[in-house]
């Protein structure tokens, strides 16, 4: 049974207080926005740490896309690639690495148009379902070339590599030359 106490002043409170018992009661409640803010800005905060990671991870970020002169003096003169250039000096192979026929003729076309005029022998490759095109080199004097011969056909990517290389059989140096393997994703100029 509850125990009963004598009534005395705490007992006697007016009634627009709205007090129960001795303690009062909590007032207004005041906008909490302060927290909204500190987790707007720490995720604001996330999200920036992670796409500058990713890019710092993948070694792609560039911030002169966004700030521009901001790379180092260091990167500024040190160029990343060849510039292309038209060999006509060059021993090119035009190899159709796809199933659609008379395709290397159209690129050897589209090549000699593009001012690339020597001789260039055309063929099929080994392969005739590649999907992208891609232009070979042996030597890295020949980077420019290679790039030369993608920016005229359009599409394409060139790549250092022995696999079309020519050794000839007296055991003297591999002939150099460049060879196109086209795939599905070159489509001829009109």
Known sequence: M????P????DSTPSDLKRVGSHRAAG???PRRRGVFIAL????????AGVIAIGVLN????????????SSSEEAQTPDEAQPTVDTEAAVRVLNGTSTRGLAAEAIHQ???AGWTQDIEPGDAEQR???????????????????????????GTPVQSEEYAVVPTDGSEP???LVVVLGADYVPAP
């Open 175 to 177: 002939v150099l030359q």
């Open 59 to 70: 070694m792609n970020l560039n911030f002169d896309r966004v700030f521009p002169g901001a």
């Open 28 to 30: 207004a409640r005041k």
């Open 7 to 10: 009534h005395d002043r705490f």
């Open 129 to 155: 379902d590649a999907t992208e095109t891609i232009v070979y080199y042996q030597n890295a004097s020949q980077e420019a070339s290679a790039r030369g011969l993608v920016e005229a056909l359009g599409v």
């Open 111 to 113: 090549l000699n148009t």
């Open 2 to 5: 509850p125990e009963r106490f």
């Open 41 to 48: 800005g720490a995720t604001a905060a996330l999200v920036i």
